[in-house]
C-alpha cells in the first residue's frame, strides 16, 4: 500500500502508541519488536515508510537499516532513539535514514516526519517515471498500418550494414528512425564519424574523413592568417609603429599566429567535443569579417579604427555568452551576440570619429 508502515521498537507502549496514532491519521500500521521481526515483515510484503528504533535486542537498528536499504532501496527509513548521539545520526543519515527523531517522541513531529518521507519518496518515484516517459518518447509509438510497416522496414534494415535514407516532411520522425536503427548512439555529434566509419568501406570512410579534418584545419588556417594579418598590418603597422619594417612586421604576424593557435588548443581543451571547438572558429570568422567588411563596402568615412574595435567588442562579447551564459541561458545565441555587439561598436567608433578630429580620418579599410 502507498502509505503502509512499519514501526520497529523494542518497547511495547511506543509500538502501541504510534500504531493508534498513525492508524488514526490513515496510514496502515505494523509492528515488530526487533530488527529480525522486521526483515521477516519485508519477506511478506513491503512496507513505504519505517520507523526504526536505534537501540534493538539482537540486531541493532544500524544493522538493520543498512540491511534493509541494501534489499529495499526505495523503502523511506526514519531513525528513533532515546539515546541517540551525533554520530549515530550521521552514521543513520549515510545508510540511508531520512529523518532522525530522538525520544521522548512528540507525535505531531513523528506524524509530519512519516508524511515528509511518504511524499519524499513518492516525489522520486513520479520523478523516474517521468525520466521513464522521457526515453519512450524517442520510441515510435502506433499500431496503425503505416507504423507497423516502419516498423518491420527498421526491423530488416537495422542488423545490415546496408545505406539507408531517411527522407520526409519535417516532423515526420526521421530522427526517431534514425534512433531506431541505431539506438546506441545518444550524441548527436558521434552521428557523422559512426556513418563514415561503419557505412563506409574502410578505404572511403577513411578518404571522408580526412576530406572532413582537411576542410576543417583549412578553416582554422584561414582564421589565423586572418589574425595575424589584421593584428600586424592594421594594429601594429598603422597605429602602434607606423615606420615598423618588413622583418617587425613578420616577427608580430609569427607571434599572432602562434597566439591565435594556442587558443585553438584551449578550446580544443575547454570544449567538450570538435563539433563545439569548429563552431566557435566559425563564430569568430563570421564575428570578425561581417560587420568590418559591410562597414568598409557601404559607410565611406568607417576606417581601421572601427574595424578593429568591432572585432574586438564581437570577439568578446561572444566568447563571454558562449563561456558564461549558454549553460545557464541556452536560448542565447554567441554569434549573434557577438555580431550586435560588434555593431554597436562599430557604430559608436564612427560617431566619436566622425564628431572630433582624428589624425586617422583619412585611413579607410
Not at 515488530?32 to 522486521?38: D, K, N, P, R, Y
Not at 519535417?170 to 550524441?187: N, Q, V, Y
Not at 578505404?203 to 582564421?223: I, K, M, Y
Amino acid at each position: 500500500m502507498p502509505n503502509s508502515v512499519l514501526i520497529v521498537d523494542d518497547e511495547e507502549g511506543i509500538r502501541r502508541t504510534l500504531a493508534g496514532v498513525l492508524s488514526d491519521e490513515g496510514f496502515s500500521v505494523d509492528t515488530a519488536a526487533s530488527g529480525e521481526e522486521c526483515l521477516a515483515f519485508f519477506e511478506r510484503r513491503l512496507f513505504r515508510c519505517v520507523l526504526l528504533d536505534v537501540w534493538l535486542p539482537g540486531m541493532d537498528g544500524i544493522e538493520t537499516l543498512e540491511r534493509l536499504k541494501s534489499a529495499y532501496p526505495d523503502t523511506a527509513v526514519i531513525m528513533i532513539s532515546g539515546h541517540g548521539s551525533i554520530e549515530t545520526a550521521v552514521r543513520a543519515t549515510r545508510l540511508g535514514a531520512l529523518d532522525f527523531i530522538e525520544k521522548p517522541l512528540q507525535i505531531d513531529r513523528t506524524v509530519v516526519a512519516v508524511r515528509n518521507a511518504l511524499r519524499q519518496r513518492q516525489l522520486e518515484a513520479d520523478n523516474l517515471r517521468l525520466r521513464q516517459q522521457l526515453d519512450d518518447d524517442n520510441a515510435m509509438i502506433g499500431e496503425s498500418v503505416p507504423i507497423r510497416a516502419l516498423r518491420q522496414q527498421i526491423g530488416v534494415a537495422a542488423p545490415t550494414n546496408g545505406r539507408i535514407l531517411i527522407y520526409g516532411e519535417s516532423g515526420t520522425g526521421k530522427e526517431l528512425a534514425a534512433r531506431a536503427i541505431h539506438p546506441g548512439i545518444t550524441d548527436p555529434n558521434l552521428v557523422l564519424p559512426t556513418l563514415l566509419v561503419e557505412q563506409l568501406s574502410p578505404a572511403l570512410g577513411a578518404l571522408a574523413l580526412a576530406a572532413v579534418f582537411s576542410a576543417e584545419v583549412n578553416t582554422c588556417d584561414a582564421l589565423l592568417f586572418m589574425l595575424s594579418t589584421s593584428l600586424s598590418q592594421d594594429l601594429y603597422k598603422r597605429f602602434l609603429r607606423p615606420q615598423a619594417t618588413d622583418a617587425q612586421l613578420l616577427r608580430v604576424a609569427r607571434w599572432a599566429a602562434f597566439a591565435g593557435g594556442v587558443g585553438g588548443v584551449l578550446f580544443a581543451l575547454r570544449l567538450a567535443t570538435v563539433i563545439d571547438a569548429l563552431k566557435i572558429f566559425y563564430s569568430l570568422l563570421g564575428v570578425t569579417l561581417l560587420v568590418p567588411v559591410i562597414g568598409g563596402l557601404y559607410v565611406r568615412r568607417a576606417g581601421s579604427v572601427e574595424a578593429l574595435v568591432s572585432m574586438a567588442a564581437g570577439i568578446a562579447t561572444l566568447l563571454v555568452v558562449r563561456f558564461a551564459f549558454v549553460a545557464r541561458h541556452p536560448w542565447m545565441d554567441p554569434t549573434a551576440a557577438g555580431l550586435v555587439a560588434a555593431a554597436i561598436a562599430f557604430g559608436i567608433t564612427l560617431l566619436i570619429r566622425t564628431a572630433t578630429p582624428n589624425p586617422f580620418a583619412d585611413s579607410t579599410v
